[in-house]
């Protein structure tokens, strides 16, 4: 046998094309269907990212905040390379290499010299430190380690150092985000919290989204309505800065004062309920003024009940400026219906994503036929449940809680569906099935400029049925028959 050099090798295995053949076709049966769903001990695929990327995405969102890993290099380059393919744009962090000398005798000596290289180089207001798996098995104490940096000096008593415990053994990147958000909140706010005054503003807090287009158009909507808002954690500039020949490590975040003085908020609204509950928790025996926990407002209903809330918090009527923009969006879905009515969808991602892609794939009158979350609790699965049972075309739909993207892959070939709505590494099995994926998750590393396209509030509506039903026109136009190549769809 030669390789493409024309070099004689051996093959590491003598397979004959038909055994190739049969097992191609056998693991598309439903006989391997059983076995892969059997699977207990093996994960393949997972669609999730590891705790330490979504403290690291929380980091970017605070002004002049250098996120910091510590523990292996590799971990930190896995992060900041996923971030960095999903914006096309730096994400900068710095890591202490903890390497065999630190797992033996811990990393205080990493965490020390990597705190004074920081501080002196990249000139931070704060340091956001987070962990990988390796300082989390061996046990590192970061209160203690940070504590003895300031009593040596190695950086300022009263420089803000605060950090998030990450192990990626026990959770993903939505359990980082909360963790890394509460610490920078309590750590902000701490003493900032005064009797009686009211900023007037709203803490609005996105939750784990990547999607840079998500936050600009939430800050639309609150102009709209007239309202003072203070973004935690605002990753929209950073990550989505403007390309006029200068370089700053720090674009855009929220500003470390307006963050500090949110405690003093007349309302903080979360909208991601997966993605921060202990913030929220915390934030509900700590700040001043109302709170409220909503779906994150994929689709015109959850998109409804962010407005009304806000609305209601505020004694303001929702502006007619928004009204219209809601009836555009029902006209668009109007329209567009009868392209996605009926269809089978298999949907997959973070719960707080998962909700709003299927609460809007219902009110297209479409079938979120395998809705897969690859690390999600009862409480997400009764949410979903209950979505379904609300509506007709939940009927016979599915929720696989817990399983991967090699589950998907089965379900695709076994039991078909028209359309996968995910992120990127769904593609392999979209492919195999034949079908289209729709990348509205993350990450997105196959696809441009998706991340600053929104998927929330009425625009988000317009844009995921634009996306969708053009796609299955443009497949229509490339597969008919010639008889049936029309001008008009
Ligand atoms: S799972 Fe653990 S070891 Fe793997 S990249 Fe994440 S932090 Fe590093």
């Known amino acids: 046998m030669a390789n493409a050099l024309g070099l004689d090798v051996k093959p590491v295995t003598e397979y004959t094309a038909e055994e190739v053949e049969r097992v191609k076709n056998w693991i598309n049966s439903k006989e391997y269907k059983e076995k892969n769903f059997a699977r207990q001990a093996l994960v393949i695929n997972p669609a999730h990212a590891c705790q330490p990327l979504g403290a690291q995405l929380v980091a970017h969102g605070f002004e002049g905040t250098l996120p910091f890993v510590h523990g292996s290099q590799g971990c930190a380059s896995y992060y900041r390379s996923t971030l960095n393919r999903h914006f096309r744009e730096p994400a900068p962090a710095v890591s202490d290499a903890m390497t065999e000398d630190g797992a033996v005798f811990g990393g205080q000596a990493n965490l020390h010299e990597g705190l004074e290289n920081a501080y002196t180089l990249y000139k931070p207001k704060m340091i956001a430190v987070f962990t990988s798996c390796m300082p989390e098995v061996i046990g590192d104490d970061l209160t203690a380690f940070i504590k003895n940096a300031k009593n040596k000096g190695i950086v300022p008593a009263d420089f803000p150092i605060l950090y998030a415990n990450t192990p990626s053994f026990n959770g993903t990147h939505i359990h980082g985000y909360d963790s890394m958000l509460v610490s920078i909140l309590q750590t902000l706010t701490e003493g900032k919290k005064i009797e009686g005054r009211c900023t007037g503003k709203l803490n609005l807090i996105p939750g784990c989204d990547f999607n840079t287009g998500d936050y600009r158009e939430y800050k639309r909507i609150f102009k709209e309505f007239g309202i003072a808002v203070t973004v935690l954690a605002d990753i929209s500039e950073t990550f989505d800065s403007p390309c006029d020949g200068t370089y700053s490590v720090y674009a855009g975040g929220t500003k470390l004062d307006e963050a500090a003085d949110s405690i003093n908020g007349k309302a903080t609204i979360t909208l991601g309920p997966y993605a921060t509950p202990k913030t929220f928790s915390w934030i509900k025996d700590n700040y001043a003024g109302e709170h409220a926990s909503l779906s994150m407002p994929i689709g015109i209903v959850k998109t409804d009940a962010l407005l009304m809330k806000v609305a209601e918090l505020f004694g303001k009527e929702v502006p007619a400026a928004l ?129 600053r396209s929104p998927i929330i509030g009425y625009q988000g509506v317009i844009n995921m049925v634009t996306a969708i039903c053009n796609k299955f026109l443009d497949i229509k136009d490339e597969t008919c028959e010639d008889r049936f190549f029309e001008m008009m769809r």
């Open 323 to 451: 009204k219209a923009e809601r009836g555009r969006a029902v006209d668009a879905m109007t329209d567009a219906q009868q392209y996605m009515h009926d269809k089978k969808f298999a949907v997959y991602g973070d719960p707080d994503y998962l909700t709003g892609y299927v609460s809007f794939l219902l009110e297209m009158g479409a079938r979120p036929y395998h809705i897969l979350c690859s690390r999600g609790t009862k409480k997400v699965e009764k949410e979903l449940q209950s979505l379904l049972d609300a509506s007709a075309y939940g009927k016979g739909c599915k929720i696989y809680m817990n399983k991967d993207l090699w589950h998907l892959r089965s379900l695709l070939l076994t039991d078909p569906v028209a359309a996968v709505i995910g992120d990127t590494h769904g593609k392999f099995a979209a492919r195999d099935a034949g079908i289209p994926l729709f990348r509205f998750g993350f990450p997105v590393f196959d696809r441009v400029n998706l991340h």
